[in-house]
């Protein structure tokens, strides 16, 4: 897979990232919350994230 130049990414158990440099390799991602209020960094999710098969 390709990867994003747009989107560094360091999920390594990710199946969409590209390890070796730390890129997401899809052409757009989801961000999303799971707060009802965010406020702060950790507030904030990846909604395109599949874990990797082992
Ligand atoms: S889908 Fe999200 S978590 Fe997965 S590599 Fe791309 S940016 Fe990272």
Known sequence: MNKNNSI????QQCKFN????SYCTLNEI???THEKN????ECT???SFKVKSS
């Open 8 to 11: 560094k990414c360091s999920v």
């Open 18 to 21: 590209n390890n070796s440099e």
């Open 30 to 32: 989801m961000i999303g």
């Open 38 to 41: 965010p406020t702060v960094v």
């Open 45 to 47: 999710d990846c909604q």
